[in-house]
């Protein structure tokens, strides 16, 4: 019985994977939360009727900002929503509104950095 040798024919190697030295980051930006939160209430300032629900609002921005570990990044935006929430609080819209309005400046201007 004999056996035929196969015929070799030359092909180009397969590539091996791509290796990517630094792994995309996909998380959004820094302070990503806190300003769709101050720009929920900016929204609403306009009745001044509920500036507790408008603080809480405030407040729950506050919290997925830490929750997430972006309150160290953004710590004087974090410092100024605090201020207007405690604000709000006390009836004080107008001052309220300015460093909100401040704030959702420097948070934009970051966003887009």
Sequence with gaps: MAIEAAQMTATRPIP???TVMTAP???PR???DLLMGVD??????AEPD????LADDLRT????TAALG???RIRQQCDGVRLAADLLLAGEVVDAHAILVRTQTELTDQQQA
């Design 61 to 64: 921005a506050l919290a997925r």
């Design 40 to 45: 929920k209430v900016l929204a609403r300032l």
């Design 25 to 27: 980051d996909i998380r």
């Design 16 to 18: 091996g994977p791509r």
């Design 70 to 72: 972006d309150s160290c």
């Design 30 to 32: 820094a302070g990503h």
């Design 50 to 53: 509920d500036t507790l629900g």
